[in-house]
């Protein structure tokens, strides 16, 4: 049967943030709504802009990143989670396939019909780097389609659903809460919204304007990190401790703080990156690594200049990327991008 674009459903676009992780523990559960991370990171006001294009009827499903085709490969559900709710069913290792595929089901539902989509997401963060970019796809693709399909979920629904496929997708575990949350976000609770406990520290008018400058050394696998036991057991003990000490005093400096004593406990440092990070002098500003991902993120101090001079340093490593800290969580845009 030939498929059509349905006119009443519109084309929308809906913008994620991404988000840097400073550190963080592993939480596991069988059941992926539950499982997940507690840490802590930064919002960015760059991330992923979803388009969608809902049509009628079977048909394939595109998704195109920055112009280039995603794979659509389906895994079985990873065996950890035996929840029998979710046994025996394939999962894309995509996550925003992930978010396609639960949200299809609500619109079948709904409308009686089956649905295919054109998703054109862009991204000016590189992905694989410890920018959140599976999470905010996931998130993005879900407001998106979520407006353009008329479905009426809730925000709280929305983020469970792109926790979920993060999670399953094994592209990472607490990034949606921590976007959810905004600024200098807090995960004290592992999971979406219907278990977990995440929410943003109150920043000064000029915290909030601080420059976050990010050097992209190279990619790093959070799926291969992740489910490393030595290494998880590394990142659970530091994890633990960093949180700790940042509730104590929770602001920008203790979160650099403790991010970088995090990044050399866990044996993730890059020669390149502890390079970087031991240039950056304290009169400057502080820095550490993205957890996960070799790309190194400073805050410069309250010196005259500091931000140029730690942007000028870094780019003598390789690209840089000049963020703000974003408050505001994935919204539907007005218009497309």
Known sequence: MKSETVMEFETRTAFSPGHI?????????????????????????????????????????NIYLNGSKQSTDLDFLDK???????????????????????????????????????????????????????????????????????????????????????????????????????????????????????????LSVSELQTKVYCLVLGELSTKEVITNDDIARKINSAGESALLNFLQNPDLNSFMKESLAFTKSVGLLSPEAEKVIACIDKADGSAAQAMLGNTVFAIPSDREGAGEYISELMQKFGDVYECGIETKGPRVCLSAF
């Open 80 to 202: 950890n989670f035996s929840n029998e709710n979710f046994s025996n069913e394939k999962i894309s290792n995509n996550s925003v396939f992930t978010v396609i595929s639960e949200i299809s089901k609500i619109a079948e539902r709904k409308y009686n019909s089956s649905f295919h989509f054109n998703i054109n997401e862009s991204s000016t963060l590189p992905v694989g780097s410890g920018f959140g970019l599976s999470a905010a796809g996931a998130l993005s693709a879900a407001f998106a389609l979520n407006s353009s399909l008329s479905l009426g979920l809730s925000r709280d629904e929305l983020i469970e659903i792109a926790h979920f496929a993060e999670v399953v997708s094994g592209a990472g575990l607490g990034d949606v809460a921590g976007v959810a949350a905004g600024g200098l976000a807090i995960r004290e609770k592992p999971g979406g919204s219907s278990y977990g406990k995440f929410y943003s520290v109150p």
């Open 21 to 61: 992780t400073g550190f963080f523990q592993i939480c596991n559960h069988f059941d992926p709504h539950q499982k997940g991370s507690v840490g802590a990171g930064l919002v960015l006001n760059k991330g992923v802009h979803s388009t969608v294009t809902p049509m009628k009827g079977s048909g394939e499903t």
